[in-house]
């Protein structure tokens, strides 16, 4: 997985043809606030022992940008991000509200494409989801769910870890993908584990 990430965050670099005028622009930027929307795909794991693959969710939000100078920007927000993880037992659905503080790089190339390259990190409190355990075998009637959090969750409430990616910018619409590195252990049960997850982003700058 980390492999295409750096593969996608190339192919960004190539489709946008980058020809920097400046690497870096110390000059002051149009405006000092940027407000913003985002929206898009959460591809969730852990490295919890009996983890076997990503789970598909989602995560939609809304960022603010405290613009330094035009090369360098402050981000921040707040969004829904959806984690979790399949396994051998079952499924971890985890729902969280999630605010991120980072550092964004950014590059404006001739045809006025910006390249971002954010990095810092993020802190989250899970608010909602459930585990669903898979049946022993075929004669077991039912499922077994139990709620992420709460007094009897899977998890703890609060994540934090570390995050990254790369995104272009053409107008006022964004694209890009990140990944997330969660460093908070988060098992409530089960022995320690952490959030893993890739998000593919689509946004809209006001």
């Known amino acids: 997985m980390k492999k295409h990430i750096f593969l996608a ?25 940027t407000f913003g929307v985002r929206a898009g795909l959460d591809f969730a794991s852990s ?14 939000g809304a960022i603010v940008d405290y613009n330094i100078v ?15 993880f399949k396994s051998s037992f079952g499924k ?11 550092a964004s790089y950014r590059i404006e190339t001739p045809t006025k494409v910006q390249i971002h390259f954010n990095v810092g990190g993020y802190f989250a409190w ?15 009637a039912y499922d077994f769910h139990q709620n992420s959090f709460g ?21 006022h619409v964004l694209f890009g993908i ?15 584990f952490h959030n893993r997850n890739v998000a593919v982003t689509l946004g809209y700058n006001l």
């Open 92 to 102: 971890g659905h985890a729902g969280y509200i999630q605010v991120p503080l980072l």
């Open 178 to 192: 990140s990944y997330e590195y969660g460093l908070a252990d988060i098992a409530k049960v089960y022995g320690k």
């Open 126 to 140: 899970g608010v909602s989801g459930k585990v669903d355990y898979a049946p022993y075998d075929e004669t077991f």
């Open 70 to 84: 035009k090369s360098l920007s402050i981000e921040s927000g707040v969004s829904f991000v959806n984690k979790g």
């Open 47 to 60: 490295d919890m022992e009996y983890a076997t693959s990503t789970k598909t969710g989602f995560h939609a």
């Open 151 to 171: 007094k009897k969750g899977f998890f703890k409430h609060f994540d934090a870890g570390l995050s990254a990616g790369a995104y272009i910018v053409v107008s």
């Open 9 to 33: 965050i190339a192919a960004i670099m190539l489709c946008t043809g980058l020809q920097a005028q400046s690497l870096w622009d110390a000059s002051k930027p149009d405006h000092n606030f």
